[in-house]
C-alpha cells in the first residue's frame, strides 16, 4: 500500500519484498528520508545497507572514460562477438534479468556461472544423484517444533531469518502451539536472535563443520538398528549424539537447516547428503525434512531460471550452440584460471561487494554504483537494483515462491535486463 509522495518524490512502502538475502522477507516498511530511502519497520543490517543506499546515477564507461549507454552497449557486443569463450558470471540479477543474461550467453556463445555456484552445488550434486525431502520457510516457520542447525550461521547469512521463522509466536495451525527446541550442531554460531517465548531449550553440540556427516550416518546407523561403538562420534560424547537422535524420534516436525555457503571445507556435498539421508531415515518413523538457506544475489533465481529455460541449473555452456552442461568444467573461476575463457561480464545489480573472479582477460561490468572491480574493466554499465530502483521477480530460497519486487524510487539507473537485451540486439 502506498501513501502520499513526500518532499523529494519517494513514497512510503508497506508490505515490501526485500531482495537483498534468499529469504526475501516481505514485510518492511520503507518510506522516504532527506537523501533518499528509511526501512522504518522490519529492517536488518543487510537491508537497510540495501535500500538506505543512497543514489548514485554514474556515466557508463570505456576504459575508465566516461560515454554514453549506446557507446558501451556496442563496446559490450564487440568484446563479446571477439570473444572465442565469453564468460557471463556473476549473474546477481532478478527473473528477467537471469532470462536475458542467458539469452545472451546463447547468442554469444558463452558460459553461464554464478557468483555462489560453488556453494549452490553442495546441493545440485545431492539433488541430482540420491534426492532429498524438503521442507519450505512457511512449513518450518508453522509446524517445526524441532530445529537443528546444521553448520551454518544464518544469523549472519540471513539476519532476520530466526524472528521470522523460529521465534514467531503465532502459528497457522494452534492457537497454542508448542515451545521449540533448536540444536545447534557446529562451532560458533551465532545464538543471539533467539529470542522470546516460543523458544524453549536450546542445545549446543560443537563439532567441527566436516565431522557433521559423522554424527547424522551415525544416527542413521543408529535408528536402523546398527551397532555403532566406541564412546565418542566425531570427537563428542556418544551420550550425545544418541540424546540428539531422541529427540529426532520424539518430535513431531524435525527440520535439520543448512546453507551451502557455510559449508567451507572439501567434499562438503557429501555432508548434505548425510543431511539428506539421515532426514529419509528418520522419516519413515517420524515426520522430518529438510530445509535449504542461502540462495543471496539472486543465486535461487539464476538456478531456477537456468533450469526451466536450458534444462540445467548454472555451469551451462552455450559455445557449440546447443546447452551444454557440466558442474566442474564450466566453473567460471576454472575456466578463467586455466585462461580457457578469454572475457568476463560480471552482473551484480545488487551490491556493489559481489567480488569477480581474479582474471586479467577483458571485463564488462554491468553492476550497482559503487563497485570496486580489482582490475579497471573495459566497459562498465551501471544498473539499477531490482526492487530498488525498478520492479522486477525474485525467486525465493526454498523454490516455491516468486515474489514481486517495487520500485521504490526514480532512478535513470537501467534495469540489467534491458542493457543485455540491447547488447544481445547488437550482436
Ligand atoms: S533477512 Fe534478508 S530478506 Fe529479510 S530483511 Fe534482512 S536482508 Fe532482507
Redesign the pocket.
Known amino acids: 500500500m502506498e501513501s502520499e509522495k513526500s518532499r523529494n518524490g519517494a513514497n512510503h512502502f508497506e508490505n515490501v ?9 516481505d514485510d ?1 516498511e520503507i518510506g522516504p528520508s532527506n537523501d533518499g530511502l528509511k526501512v522504518l519497520k ?6 537497510v545497507a ?1 535500500f538506505e543506499r543512497p543514489l548514485s546515477e554514474p556515466k557508463p564507461q570505456i576504459d575508465g572514460k566516461d560515454v554514453s549507454l549506446d557507446e558501451a552497449i556496442a563496446a559490450a557486443a564487440r568484446l563479446i562477438k571477439n570473444s572465442r569463450l565469453p564468460i557471463f558470471g556473476g549473474l546477481g540479477t532478478d527473473v528477467d534479468g537471469i532470462r536475458a543474461a542467458i539469452a545472451l550467453a546463447e547468442k554469444g556463445g558463452g558460459i553461464l556461472d554464478h557468483a555462489l555456484s560453488e556453494g549452490q552445488y553442495r546441493n545440485f550434486k545431492v539433488l541430482q544423484s540420491s534426492g532429498w525431502v524438503l521442507t519450505t520457510l512457511t512449513e518450518a516457520r508453522n509446524r517445526a517444533d524441532l530445529f537443528i542447525i546444521a553448520g551454518s550461521d544464518l544469523h549472519k547469512l ?4 530466526f524472528e ?1 521463522v523460529v521465534c514467531n509466536e503465532a502459528s497457522m495451525f494452534s492457537d497454542n502451539p508448542p515451545k521449540r527446541t533448536v540444536v545447534f550442531l557446529g562451532e560458533a554460531l551465532d545464538q543471539s536472535a533467539l529470542k522470546g517465548n516460543r523458544i524453549g531449550e536450546v542445545v549446543t553440540i560443537p563439532v567441527k563443520g566436516d565431522r557433521i556427516a559423522e554424527i547424522l550416518d551415525a544416527m542413521r546407523a543408529m535408528n536402523k538398528g546398527a551397532t555403532v561403538s566406541g564412546d565418542t562420534i566425531a570427537g563428542l560424547p556418544r551420550a550425545d549424539i544418541e540424546d540428539l537422535l531422541a529427540r529426532c524420534k520424539a518430535a513431531s516436525y524435525g527440520v535439520i537447516l543448512w546453507a551451502p555457503p557455510s559449508l567451507t571445507f572439501p567434499n562438503a556435498d557429501l555432508t548434505v547428503q548425510a543431511i539428506s539421508e539421515f532426514v529419509k531415515e528418520i522419516n519413515l518413523t517420524s515426520r522430518f525434512a529438510g530445509l535449504s538457506l542461502g540462495g ?1 544475489d539472486g543465486a535461487t533465481s539464476a538456478g531456477a531460471v537456468c533450469s526451466w529455460q536450458s534444462g540445467f541449473p548454472l555451469r551451462v555452456s552455450f559455445a557449440t550452440g546447443e546447452a551444454d552442461y557440466d558442474p566442474v568444467r564450466y566453473s567460471a573461476d576454472r575456466l578463467l584460471a586455466a585462461k580457457e575463457a578469454d572475457m568476463l561480464l560480471w552482473l551484480s545489480s545488487f551490491s556493489p561487494d559481489l567480488k569477480e573472479p581474479e582474471t586479467d582477460v577483458p571485463t564488462i561490468f554491468l553492476a550497482a554504483p559503487g563497485i570496486k572491480p580489482s582490475r579497471q574493466p573495459k566497459v562498465y554499465i551501471p544498473v539499477g537494483t531490482p526492487g530498488l530502483d525498478h520492479s522486477g521477480t525474485m525467486v525465493r530460497v526454498d523454490n516455491v515462491v516468486s515474489l514481486p519486487l517495487k520500485k521504490l524510487r526514480q532512478s535513470t539507473l537501467p534495469r540489467a535486463a534491458d542493457v543485455l537485451e540491447k547488447i544481445e540486439a547488437a550482436l
Open positions: 519484498a526485500c531482495p537483498f538475502c534468499g529469504i526475501l522477507c518492511l522490519n529492517g536488518c543490517v543487510k537491508s540495501g540471513h539476519p532476520r531469518f521470522r543471496n
